[in-house]
């Protein structure tokens, strides 16, 4: 596919009835035409079909320092140089922000609601103008009929009943209209807010809504890891904060803006908690509550009560460490602590709401896995990797499904090498600056030393360009719908700004589509068996 090519749309049949809708993925349907019903990862925790994977493009402080507001000159310019101040930088509509804060907030809450409400008026009043009719036709004098016509038939007698109705229309009209007026402020407010939000309209912050708006809603907390990241990092002295803690405080920031756009819940941030248990004295009854409590105030702000959608537990060593005591402090965090406020009836009521929704795994073997079953952990989820290339975690994938557990598949695109870019070309290198288009040099070449070297790599993406080619999608589609057509929920590490869509194989940006192939999010898949042959012998 040209790499200025833009996604093709799969239409489906028709219309959705009433019935169809409360089983279809409303976002996907209006974006692709997709059929796909909604999935949950627990109840009220939505998971969207691909989760991005959110490795940060530069330090989180930096990032959080950034402003897309014009910065006015300093108050000592003048004596500096002499000159008269110019004046304070103006709002230029031409500038891309405005274009994105004009597209934003036609896509917000409160516009959708007035745009609702304005429809909803609209109906009423035509109906209230038929009824007005009808009633002014029953009260003008009847005509008399022509010498010999049959009389016409005496009016129905109406007891009221559209008098209540029309009444009943007028307060439904009133009641529309003052909401209005509530949706108009709303709008003008996240209007306004877009110049007292510095981080509003900055880079990555439309990386961010972008994806979301494409119907990928669901976050990875994601990053540089073992053996490539700094030890002292990941083994913090005092086991205190969380490995993750700069992407959680950026997602948290944009969970909290998007919503403030869009409506409550509509961004599912998965979290992962890295414990040292290697460390004297880890005490995790006393460890899992206070890392928990951090990691809730980065998503959310330390004022809120809302609980993490799911925490992921990374442990290290399940053969010589016992993981139970640890995962079941997690489980204790995910119920309400109730406490007796009426002695003789036994009435409950919740002295300490829970922290956290759900319990994942990451990279835990098939024993470990039925261990923490067994122990009553209500998993949901095992995050590892399992791709074309790379299928050496097969054991813990049957045991997920065996007990009902979602897949969020780790290395579907290789680290970013599937790809037209890295076909026929010499392998990247590890010396210089760093490819946008990869996860990380380092990591792409471990995945691809790990199949087989370099040029048993070349053989994998040959296949897998074949493959593309029949169907006339990229590559990165044919990777992402394999791990699709396994039942798997693949993870797509993000690119960001102008490459916002190259994970996906579409090099171009702020397109009136999103750059993702409708094919991810069809209920059929556009693999056939002879595909998935080819592609099902390549793994290793």
Known sequence: MPMDQEPELTQGEGGLSEEEKKNVDQTLYELYKSRRPPVSLCEGVPLSAIINATWLPSDSKAMLAESWIPVPPEPEYEQATGEPKPPPPSFDPKDQEYNEMARRLSKSAPLRQWNSLMIKTKELEKEMDVLQKKMEDRDRPAVPPKRGARAPPPPPPDDGVREARLEELRNEVENANNE?????????????????????????????FALADAGMTTFDVSGRFFPFTNLRALFSSDNSSSYYEGTESVLGMFKRRYEKERGPNKIQILTKLVPNHFQDGYICQEFVPAVIERVRGNVFGYESTEPLDLVQLHWWDVKEHDVLPTLKALQALTEDKLEVVDPTTGELAIAEPKKVRAIGLVDFPPRAILSAIQAGVPVVSLQCPFSIADRSHMASLEMAREYNIKVLARDGLMGGLVSEKYLGVAAPSTTGPEDPDLDEVAHALELANNYGGWEKTQELLKSIKAVADKHGVTMQTVALRWQIDQGLFPIATIRWSEKCWNQFGFYYHYKPRPGVDAQLFQVESFLDEADMQKLSVLGL
Do not use: H, I, K, N
């Open 180 to 208: 209005m007026q509530e949706a108009e402020a709303a709008y003008a407010e996240l209007r306004g807010s877009f110049a007292e939000d510095p981080l509003s309209l900055v880079p990555w912050m439309q990386t961010l």
